[in-house]
């Protein structure tokens, strides 16, 4: 068990030598949609690559989350073979947002840098592929 203090410090450390590995600028919250971001999470038990929707207004949630249901056979078969679409995501902090997400399958946790290895090339990988997906249906999703 680790302190919050030492947790804290090796999620900084973690973090850090991501970007040190592989210095790219991401796109994340760059999409140009309010409440519409590419995210890392990384914690004691899991590592994925994210898009999450979570607009105040249920609407635009619905919309955006409806325009990338439509294209989740492309998404699927042609970029990230393995990605999840969750209309009620849960997050830590108890709100539900609309997550499309895929998930490292290996055990891992930000605690042993036994693992971060592989996490950090799924992260490149994922995310990459995630990116060019948006890049390619951008002008559709967008109107």
Request: glycine share 2%.
């Amino acid at each position: 068990m680790f302190s919050k203090e030492e947790s804290a410090r090796i999620r900084k450390e973690f973090w850090t030598s991501f970007g040190k590995s592989f210095p790219k600028k991401w796109l994340l919250y760059n999409t140009k949609i309010k409440d519409f971001s590419f995210k890392f999470t990384a914690n004691t038990k899991i590592a994925l690559v994210s898009l999450d929707i979570e607009s105040k207004d249920p609407f635009m949630n619905d919309w955006y989350y409806d325009k990338l249901l439509s294209l989740k056979t492309i998404l699927t078969n042609e970029y990230l073979p393995n990605i999840i679409y969750d209309s009620n995501y849960l997050l830590e902090n108890g709100k539900i947002i609309h997550r499309i997400y895929t998930q490292l399958p290996e055990k891992f946790s930000i605690h042993n840098k036994n693992t971060w290895q592989v996490a950090f090339e799924f992260f490149v990988e994922k995310m990459t592929a995630f990116e060019l997906f948006f890049y390619e249906y951008e002008d559709f999703i967008k109107s």
